[in-house]
């Protein structure tokens, strides 16, 4: 059996995720959020030596984990179905699925898996500035190779800007002083560290909203470093594109920005929610919605596994 990278990233609803592609054993499958490789082995498990699995992870950490799976190559039967010759690992951002897929001629795919949000792994990592709880560079980059950092953007942007950041992703009201405030503390001197970012902003903080509402500026933070948002949409999008009919789209979502065009796209078909109607009144949309109510972890996977407690499933079938 193939390891996964436990100790990465446990996989969240890993069952009910991969039951919902409703997997064909000769089929084309993508998991576009590798991480510990939880779900692709799963998918893995249940494909035959016709079929394939394209995975996609943009930070080399988890590009790292398919050590764990060479380590097992050997021992694996090469007809056996969970065997890696079915699988290709991506490394990139999962906007660009259609350009991957394009690159390695695949035209339609039957499935297609996300599993969105942050990693255990990364607010575990001391080094990497996702967590409140460590003193780290503030850099907070998926992919460390390229782009700005989170200092970049905390001690570059207006003061306007930043307000917008931390209103849009961190759902905060306080949003223009916490901007001011950190404003007035970059020019005193750059902000680069975690401690120095939390200090400039926590006596603005009710103490006991201090470690939500910090939660929530990190998230924002984040969230703007990688350009999460703009990034879910230009992926979902492709994946409409790319989708063949009757091939399933099974999205886990853990805040309610993300879920909120998760959501919107497959009812609609767009990002915004638009609602189109044919001549009688039906809504127009390039999916089928397989749960009307989304799917959350049971109290077991909830009580071993904390990161499950927001978890979302939502899961749709192409037209």
Request: hydrophobic fraction near 40%; avoid cysteine; aromatic fraction near 12%.
């Given at each position: 059996m193939i390891k996964t990278a436990e100790a990465y990233h446990v996989p969240v609803l890993l069952k009910e995720s991969v039951d919902g592609l409703n997997i064909q054993p000769g089929g084309i499958y993508v998991d576009v959020t590798f991480g510990g490789g939880g779900h692709s082995r799963e998918i893995l498990s249940r494909l035959d030596a016709t079929a394939h699995l394209y995975s996609f992870d943009q930070d080399e950490d988890a590009e790292k984990n398919l050590s764990s799976w060479d380590e097992t190559s050997e021992e694996n039967d090469k007809n056996s179905p969970s065997h890696p010759q079915n699988f290709t690992f991506v490394r990139s951002n999962f906007r660009y699925l259609k350009n991957w897929m394009r690159y390695y001629g695949v035209e339609q795919i039957d499935g297609l898996?996300?599993?969105?949000?942050?990693?255990?792994?990364?607010?575990?990592?001391?080094?990497?500035?996702?967590?409140?709880?460590?003193?780290?560079?503030?850099?907070?980059?998926?992919?460390?190779?390229?782009?700005?950092?989170?200092?970049?953007?905390?001690?570059?942007?207006?003061?306007?800007?930043?307000?917008?950041?931390?209103?849009?992703y961190g759902e905060l009201k306080n949003s223009r002083k916490i901007a001011a405030t950190l404003v007035n503390a970059r020019q005193q001197k750059p902000i680069t560290t975690t401690q120095e970012f939390?200090?400039?902003?926590?006596?603005?903080?009710?103490?006991?909203?201090?470690?939500?509402?910090?939660?929530?500026?990190?998230q924002a933070l984040r969230i703007e470093v990688n350009q999460e948002m703009q990034a879910l949409k230009e992926m979902l999008m492709a994946a409409k594109e790319v989708l063949r009919p009757?091939?399933?789209?099974?999205?886990?979502?853990?805040?309610?920005l993300e879920d909120r065009i998760v959501k919107n796209i497959m009812k609609t078909g767009n990002a915004e929610g638009k609602v189109k109607q044919d001549f009688y009144g039906r809504i127009e949309s390039p999916f089928l919605l397989i749960n009307n109510k989304v799917i959350t972890p049971n109290s077991d996977e909830q009580e071993q596994n904390p990161r499950s407690r927001s978890a979302k499933l939502r899961i749709a079938e192409k037209k």
């Open positions: 898996l996300a599993d969105l949000g942050v990693s255990s792994h990364h607010f575990d990592d001391e080094t990497r500035g996702f967590s409140f709880r460590f003193d780290a560079p503030l850099d907070m980059r998926m992919n460390k190779r390229a782009g700005k950092t989170a200092a970049d953007i905390v001690n570059s942007y207006e003061e306007e800007a930043l307000a917008d950041v931390f209103y849009l939390i200090q400039a902003v926590e006596p603005i903080f009710h103490r006991e909203r201090e470690k939500k509402d910090m939660a929530k500026l990190f009757g091939g399933r789209l099974s999205v886990i979502t853990y805040h309610s």
